[in-house]
């Protein structure tokens, strides 16, 4: 007798994810797209996004899609670290960030702001001589270090309205970026170390920091921000929290248990039905972060191998979620400043996604496809000692 259709597996990870046919691009971008939603309700109406709330303060919508990019990140990641030497992987994932940031910070210093700061004041005068000028921002990597200037020449102090605007940032989008590095930086040591290689030393790293979020061990006191709490500090990557390199090396990692176990992984519609309740009973009632992220990874996963096939081109012929991640806030921040939220939620959104969307596409297409192209690069000293040290070529006489 034949098992109901969604009670069988439609196969592995592995059969069902190879190369580029799999959804990771159209997930991306959605998972992008909800990080802007999410920024809508603290930007323009000072308030949290409902999901806030309704999880007990746990997560909200755009912290649950970080975790979502950081799983898909660690399973996309996990392979090129296992193929590349450790600079090359070091190169190709400086070139996958850097030159896009770069831009977006340059777009906010020296366009996106000057255009608020002259509305505001009628010319340009002053703007670049106050101590938090453009100059200081980009210097400050944007607001990412612990020291930075979160606004430029005062805009968005003048610009925030009362009762509106929690983060007075003009990119904190940005803070996750750091994160992703430093987990970049662990495949890195692990693939060097041959660890990768090794098939229960990633899950044991997974299983380890779930023992942590599950008893509580790195749970932050009540009203402490996600970044607070006790942290670390590294050279040059600056400070961390160590709630977050907890919760979100798990999701890193797991992503990466998955990608190492893609033969073992069964894309089942029956577990990702059961994931759903799992995943809304832990927004309600708690254990987000044991229970309803494994859950959230799962689902992600299962829907990179079930979209159907016109979702699967999504990305194919551009990447342009890392644009919409870091365009969206300060979009949002110059939407906020202008008033827009005075036109209701569903035209700040609106007009935040297409606003983004445009500058994602160019940053794409000017910025960070024409970087991509450098990944072959080698320095020519290093080219040449990669000469020196091959054998001469021996002919017979």
């Known amino acids: 007798m034949r098992r109901p259709a969604l009670l069988r597996p439609r196969g592995t990870l592995a059969q069902l994810c190879q190369g580029r046919a799999n ?8 998972l992008a797209v909800a990080v802007v939603g999410s920024h809508v309700y603290p930007i323009g109406w000072g308030r949290p996004d409902p999901l806030w709330l309704w999880s007990g303060r746990q997560t909200d919508l755009g912290k649950a899609a970080v975790l979502g ?26 070139l996958r960030l850097v030159p896009g940031l770069a831009g977006s910070l340059l777009f906010s210093a020296a366009v996106l702001m000057p255009l608020l700061y002259r509305w505001q004041h009628g010319s340009l005068a002053g703007f670049l001589s106050r101590p938090d000028g453009p100059l200081s ?24 309205r009362a009762g509106t605007n929690f983060d007075r940032s003009l990119n904190g989008a940005l803070w996750s970026l750091k994160y992703e590095m430093l987990c970049y930086l662990l495949a890195g040591l692990l693939a060097a170390a041959r660890l990768l290689g090794r098939r229960l030393v990633v899950p044991a790293a997974v ?8 008893t509580g061990a790195v749970d932050l006191p009540a009203g402490t921000p996600p970044a607070g709490g006790p942290g670390v500090t590294l050279p040059v990557l600056g400070q961390f929290s160590v709630h977050l390199v907890t919760t979100l090396g798990f999701a890193f990692l797991l992503g990466s248990a998955l990608r190492l176990h893609a033969d073992r992984i069964p894309v089942h519609d029956g577990l990702a039905l059961a994931a759903v309740p799992a995943l809304a009973a832990s927004f309600r009632w708690g254990g987000f972060a044991a229970v309803g992220q494994p859950a959230l990874v799962y689902l992600l996963f299962w829907a990179a191998a079930r979209l159907p096939g016109r979702c699967r081109r999504i990305g194919g012929r551009g990447d342009f979620s890392y644009g919409v991640y870091i365009y969206g806030f300060p979009v949002e921040q110059a939407l906020a400043v202008l008033g827009c939220a005075g036109y209701g939620k569903p035209a700040f959104l609106g007009c935040a996604l297409t606003a983004t969307g445009v500058l994602a596409v160019l940053s794409w297409y000017a910025v960070e496809r024409p970087a ?17 040290q091959r054998p001469a070529d021996v002919t017979s006489p």
């Open 372 to 388: 991509m192209r450098l990944r072959g690069w080698t320095p020519g000293p290093l080219k040449r000692a990669a000469g020196k």
């Open 69 to 94: 990019f950081f799983a898909l990140s660690g399973f996309m990641i996990t392979e090129s670290a296992r193929r590349l030497s450790g600079g090359r992987f070091a190169w190709h994932r400086a």
């Open 137 to 160: 921002y980009l210097t400050s990597l944007g607001g990412s270090a612990p020291t930075a200037g979160w606004d430029i020449s005062g805009v968005l102090a003048q610009g925030i």
């Open 207 to 214: 299983l380890t920091l779930w023992i942590l979020i599950a």
């Open 23 to 30: 959804g990771f691009g159209a997930l991306r971008l959605l």
